[in-house]
């Protein structure tokens, strides 16, 4: 796997590639990942990861750029490993080393669309006009998905826009899956009492990267119209990012000062659960998410779910009975959440059901679904590119091989 994104760097992305390898190393398919360096170090799981020199992205602190030269410089250690696939997962600089790496290596060549980039480019750009953006996204998309042999998309909505732009390829949608025993227990009572806040008082939970494209500035504008009603509501946002500032000077504009609670990344394992877990219900209001992971982690916690359905997180509500979807502007969604906040017999039926609403996600079942289309490709490579690697002996079966990029 290539991709411009890992662990530390916390998103959908890096949870989405940490997630599938460690389920297709469980089912005896290990991975080999190529990802930029980080100051910071390479993360929690570097076991088979290869670090590729890097450098900072312009308006985007916690992104890196890996040199392109310096993972091509890897090439003739990858040929003695004998892998199987190339699997990409970001369109940056791994896209193209990705499907340089596949042609060298005459290797089938697989991607993943994890994000939706028309919603997305104009706001790290945001000196081109919204229309030309979202017309190189397009363009960029359309290009990029004609260069491999198949793609993973994670929800239906999302191959549908692909199918619109004129994207052909071979797909499959495939969502990233959940891990339930990593998300058993959680003490929201001890997050309570580390942060100060009353055991009573009636909390919202928002955990994403704090970016302009999660539309957080939409549920603060909710979160106002709540308080007419429940006065000592408060919103708790765990994550970092780019608008960061831009998020907390809107939430002062609003007057929810006393109202809002930012606690930066938490670590996955104990205190991120907690946070969970502290929440009366979890909230969220995303357009761009191609799936929307937050939402199956909340419901596996038994937290309940408050939420726009748009693109892939229509997949995720689904028929999910631990959630209440709730209209795409202000005033309607607030009605749901105070409809959740007062009325304590709905908030414990929608708890109890919503662990059940993730039994369907199972990260293992989603890994086998992605190593059949591996094989599938392995073995019958759509442009008969793959005879001559396929007839040569290998150390280990080759379906158990793959190099994966996360960018």
């Not at 019958?380 to 960018?407: C, F, I, L, M, W």
Request: aromatic share 6%; net charge neutral.
């Amino acid at each position: 796997m290539i991709s411009d994104v890992s662990f530390p760097r916390v998103n959908g992305v890096s949870t989405s590639i940490d997630t599938f390898r460690r389920s297709l190393a469980e089912l005896g398919h290990p991975s080999t990942l190529i990802a930029p360096a980080y100051a910071a170090g390479g993360g929690e799981h570097e076991t088979g990861v290869i670090r590729v020199r890097s450098r900072g992205v312009p308006r985007d602190p916690e992104d890196r750029l890996m040199s392109r030269s310096a993972a091509l410089a890897l090439l003739p250690m990858l040929a003695e490993q004998r892998f199987d696939v190339v699997h990409i997962h970001t369109p940056f600089v791994a896209h193209y080393v990705g499907v340089a790496m596949a042609a060298r290596l005459n290797l089938p060549v697989i991607e993943t669309y994890h994000t939706f980039f028309e919603e997305y480019l104009h706001h790290y750009v945001p000196f081109l006009p919204r229309a030309l953006t979202r017309l190189l996204a397009r363009r960029l998309s359309v290009g990029q998905c004609a260069a491999v042999d198949a793609l993973v998309v994670p929800s239906r909505q999302m191959l549908a826009m692909l199918r619109g732009y004129g994207v052909t390829a071979r797909a499959e949608v495939l969502p990233t899956g959940i891990d339930p025993e990593r998300f058993r227990g959680g003490d929201g009572s001890r997050f309570r009492a580390e942060h100060g806040i009353d055991p009573a008082r009636p909390v919202l939970v928002h955990i994403s990267r704090v970016a302009h494209e999660k539309n957080i500035d939409f549920i603060l504008e909710a979160v106002a119209l709540v308080r007419r009603e429940v006065v000592d509501v408060l919103l708790v946002i765990a994550g970092e990012g780019p608008a960061l500032e831009h998020v907390k000077a809107r939430a002062l504009a609003l007057g929810l000062a006393a109202n809002v609670l930012f606690v930066g990344y938490l670590a996955r394992a104990g205190a991120l659960l907690d946070c969970y877990r502290a929440g009366n219900a979890f909230v969220f209001a995303s357009r761009t998410e191609t799936q929307g992971l937050v939402l199956l982690e909340a419901l596996a916690l038994g937290v309940p779910v408050v939420s726009t359905a748009v693109m892939g997180t229509a997949d995720v509500l689904k028929g999910a009975r631990g959630a209440l979807i709730a209209p795409d502007e202000p005033a309607g969604f607030a009605a749901r959440v105070v409809e959740v906040l007062q009325n304590p017999g709905l908030r414990a039926e929608l708890a109890r059901a919503a662990p059940g609403d993730v039994e369907a996600w199972t990260a293992g079942a989603m890994a086998a679904r992605l190593l059949a289309l591996y094989r599938s490709l392995a073995d019958d490579g759509p442009h008969g590119r793959y005879t001559a690697a396929k007839s040569q002996p290998s150390e280990a079966p080759r379906a158990n091989r793959v190099a994966s990029s996360d960018a």
